[in-house]
């Protein structure tokens, strides 16, 4: 079936009919040279996701920076697309091309979520492509996954050939160009395994004991590397960062230029997996963002820019990037949005630069409701920062605040719940205070999520609480927050529940995935179309219980799934870390002086201030 003549009739059936074209500004196409390398981008949600990660545009831009390599994207089709294509028997194909996945070297998928897993299943069966692995013959490309959730490989080994762990830019093309025409699938991957941040599952196999923990994860090929090094990018400024980003026809999440300031984080939250798998803190200079900022407005005509990293102010030059950004923002009359500004390195100069030139809710995420439970995940902000920064705020003409929490998180009492309460009420008569009752309109959003232990964190042996406790916190914040003015929301419990089985799962739980997959479910972290009862089905049907894997506490001497992948911070600083967050005791920000994770035994890490 020649793809572009039958996709012309099936666009007039479907909603967002440029979801499936292709054909933006600065997407590439490149005429197929014999021996040239063809990669499928995959990003398993809808384009209008896809198109707003900068990891897509980044990989893209990198892997077409190689001549062997032509690099196209895949995202999952819409609902409605999905129909009409498995109707007309259309396989899934690339937007640059509208080539069948299936005749790919390669597919990489981008694992950001635990549940777009599905989505995953639901991609390799519309390309026509065996699930499992072992059915895989040499014709079918080789199926890539990397991402944040490949540091937890483990609930989708069965269907993945090969995970990269680590920077993407520095290890995917090093990666596709080794492959060698007239080679097995097998020795080639046997060749891959000797580039750092490689994870083959097949070389492993895990043993459990009869209660369904892990005995053992062995070895089925000798010269498979005993642990898995991440791949690491050294040097950021020198690293490739993309120009010339692809601008999509319709509206996406976001749409604007983007530039990565720096990767990693020297605070050290305990429940945050992004602050230690992206250890060390590696920097940009502000003249290469600068650089990068002007080349991304030239080169796209975005009315937008914004910065991109855990925390915005934590940029070691911050108000001066700030201030220069602001600058060259307002003379070619493009706003620029600083996300994930943090409460207590909140730069109050640049706020006021930029007062009167944008004004959006003014985010901050205290995490918890009290200082005792603030000091157990190691965020440090006492309240006197929330209510300063909030009063500034205020005075500088900011009539919306929102505020977020999480709940269930370890050792959380009664008091902690009451605590988020009490700070919504005390941030609203702040603002009664400051202006009285003819302040205008003033609006508190308390969003809620749950507490999700993750791989890789010292919170990583901790039980999540069941859903029965999530919904009677729910219920009771539900009440204490039902005041004028403020707005609370809060996370499905359901959903949570079924991160923390992908997050901390083994590969039986693969089981439970290709199950839910045959019943129908996908898109399951879209509410709209997340199916528990289908979710259930699976996990009765398949002997799983999600339980074992979500609400289990482990012990430190337990087989984690993820044992073999080393992402540079020792176990030994992860289980410190948790004793510490039990025993109430903070752990200083590495920046005043290293906190011993181990990360500086494989890379320089961020000066101290006072260096
Ligand atoms: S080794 Fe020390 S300075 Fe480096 S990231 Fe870890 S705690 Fe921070």
Request: proline share 5%; aromatic share 10%; net charge negative.
């Amino acid at each position: 079936m020649e793809i572009s003549k039958e996709l012309d009739k099936l666009l007039k059936k479907v909603e967002k009919p440029a979801r499936y074209i292709g054909c933006e500004i600065n997407s590439v196409i490149k005429e197929p040279q014999p021996g040239m390398l063809r990669f499928g981008f995959a990003f398993p949600d809808t384009y209008e996701i896809g198109m707003s990660y900068m990891g897509l545009q980044l990989l893209y831009h990198v892997m077409n920076k190689e001549e062997t390599i032509f690099c196209e994207r895949v995202f999952a089709p819409a609902m409605d697309m999905e129909d009409c294509m498995r109707r007309e028997n259309m396989e899934l194909f690339t937007l640059e091309t509208k080539t069948p996945v299936r005749n790919l070297d390669f597919l990489g998928f981008t694992l950001q979520y635990e549940l777009s897993f599905t989505n995953i299943l639901n991609m390799l069966d519309l390309g026509g492509i065996p699930l499992l692995a072992k059915e895989r013959t040499e014709e079918e490309p080789i199926i890539i996954a990397g991402g944040p959730c490949a540091y937890n490989p483990e609930p989708l080994c069965d269907f993945i050939d090969v995970f990269l762990i680590g920077d993407g830019e520095e290890l995917l093309p090093k990666a596709v160009k080794l492959r060698r025409k007239g080679q097995t699938k097998e020795e080639y991957l046997k060749e891959l395994c000797k580039l750092s941040g490689v994870y083959v599952p097949a070389f492993y196999e895990p043993e459990y004991y009869e209660d369904g923990r892990i005995k053992e994860i062995r070895k089925t090929w000798e010269h498979a590397p005993d642990t898995i090094e991440r791949a690491l990018v050294r040097d950021l400024d020198a690293a490739e960062f993309p120009q010339d980003l692809i601008v999509p026809f319709i509206e996406v999440v976001h749409d604007r230029a983007v530039v990565e300031t720096f990767r990693g984080c020297t605070r050290g939250c305990r429940f945050c997996q992004a602050g230690m798998i992206y250890r060390p803190v590696r920097e940009r200079k502000p003249e290469t963002i600068k650089r990068l900022a002007q080349a991304q407005l030239d080169s796209t005509g975005h009315e937008e820019l914004s910065l991109l990293s855990l925390s915005t102010s934590d940029y070691s030059q911050f108000e001066t990037l700030a201030t220069e950004l602001v600058g060259m923002c307002r003379e070619q009359n493009v706003s620029l949005s600083l996300p994930s500004l943090r409460l207590d390195s909140f730069s109050f100069k640049v706020l006021e630069e930029i007062q009167g030139y944008k004004k959006s809710g003014l985010t901050f995420a205290p995490e918890a409701g009290s200082q005792r439970l603030r000091d157990v995940i190691n965020k440090g902000i006492t309240e006197e920062d929330i209510y300063s920064a909030v009063k500034q705020a205020l005075e500088l003409g900011w009539n919306h605040v929102k505020l977020y929490f999480m709940i269930g998180l370890p050792t959380e009492t009664q008091q902690d719940l009451d605590g988020i309460a009490e700070i919504a009420k005390t941030i609203k008569a702040i603002n009664y205070e400051l202006k009285g009752r003819k302040g205008g309109r003033f609006n508190v959003t308390v969003s809620v999520s749950n507490f999700v232990p993750k791989a890789h964190t010292p919170f990583q042996w901790e039980a999540q609480d069941t859903e029965e406790s999530f919904r009677k916190k729910h219920d009771y914040l539900t009440k204490q927050l039902s005041v004028k003015g403020i707005t609370f929301n809060y996370h499905d419990t359901e959903i949570s529940r079924l991160e923390a089985v992908f997050a901390r799962g083994d590969r039986q739980v693969g089981k439970a995935l290709a199950r839910a997959f045959e019943l129908g479910c996908k898109f399951d972290g879209w509410s709209e179309h997340f199916n528990g009862a289908m979710w259930k089905r699976a996990f009765e049907e398949t002997g799983i219980d999600p339980a074992f894997y979500a609400q289990r506490k482990r012990s430190y001497d337990e087989i984690l799934p993820w044992d073999r992948i080393d992402p540079f911070i020792t176990k030994a600083f992860l289980m410190r870390e948790n004793e510490r967050a039990l025993q109430e005791i903070t752990t200083r920000d590495c920046r005043q002086g290293c906190a011993g994770c181990g990360m500086n035994r494989k890379a320089e890490c961020m000066p101290e201030e006072d260096k």
